[in-house]
């Protein structure tokens, strides 16, 4: 069985839920929750992947870093955060060719 999401965060008017278990995962690959607020608090790209799947390519404005976010569509505007991670190469030229 699922764990509860018993953690949010709302980014405008997102919200992207979430427990420990995806925090300590998202840890392995070096992203903290705090990263992803930051770096969606400006430009990204939203792609819907499959689903109730959803993609996010964002560059973090402190650190210049790129980031590619999993979600999974609860509600309209209510996300389940999957997993984070640095984006590929190809996902970069992606967000440059489509947001720049």
């Known amino acids: 069985m ?3 999401l018993n953690r949010e965060v709302k980014i405008g008017k997102m919200i992207i839920r979430y427990n420990r278990t995806i ?3 998202i840890a392995k690959h ?3 929750i705090s990263e992803i607020v930051r770096c969606l608090d400006t430009d990204y790209l ?3 992947i499959r689903g109730k799947d959803w ?3 964002t560059q ?3 650190s210049g870093r790129f980031l ?3 979600l999974e569509q609860l509600r309209k505007l209510e996300f389940r955060l999957k997993t984070a991670r640095d984006s590929t190469p190809t996902e970069k030229r992606l967000y ?3 947001v720049r």
């Open 30 to 32: 070096n992203v903290k």
């Open 55 to 57: 993609m996010i390519i």
């Open 23 to 25: 925090e300590n995962h």
């Open 60 to 62: 973090c404005p402190d």
């Open 46 to 48: 939203i792609k819907k």
């Open 2 to 4: 699922a764990k509860e």
């Open 96 to 98: 440059r060719k489509l």
């Open 68 to 70: 590619t976010i999993f």
